[in-house]
């Protein structure tokens, strides 16, 4: 048995663009399609899980050196890289004072060596959609 609609305007209705549609049909099929749409709505019809190729966020303590002085840097930003094969992957500078301390970099997913030259490297495994932590070891200052 097919279905069909019908445009039905009442007659108080006509000449305000209000419509009226009747379904002709069976009527088993309204609750089933009524319970379809609640389930897309309860769970969402889309997939909103990370997909493999959207990158993840590594952050990380970034330690500084500081002079023969309290508040005098030896070295005013570090440099931060991420390898992977020994090739690499991404290279950021940051700021190296009392208030920067961190540092945070956006990779597509997979294996890395985080490093600062001069200091040991953090092996960090990226995720998609996620946040690692990789701190970068406390640097030998002069």
């Known amino acids: 048995m097919g279905r069909f609609v019908t445009p039905v305007a009442p007659a108080n209705d006509v000449g305000r663009g209000v419509a009226r549609v009747l379904i002709h049909g069976p009527l088993c099929l309204r609750p089933a399609a009524s319970v379809i749409l609640a389930a897309c709505v309860l769970v969402g019809c889309g997939d909103t899980a990370p997909t493999p190729t959207q990158n993840g966020l590594v952050v990380g303590a970034l330690p500084a050196c500081y002079g023969p002085g ?28 009392n208030d920067h301390q961190t540092y945070e970099l956006s990779l597509p997913p997979g294996e890395y060596n985080i490093s600062v030259p001069g200091v040991r490297a953090v092996r960090v495994t990226v995720r998609p959609g996620q946040t690692s932590t990789a701190d970068i070891p406390i640097p030998a200052c002069v």
């Open 70 to 97: 309290p508040d005098l840097n030896l070295t005013p930003t570090r440099l931060v890289q991420a390898t992977r094969d020994g090739k690499v992957v991404k290279e950021q500078v940051f700021p190296s004072d």
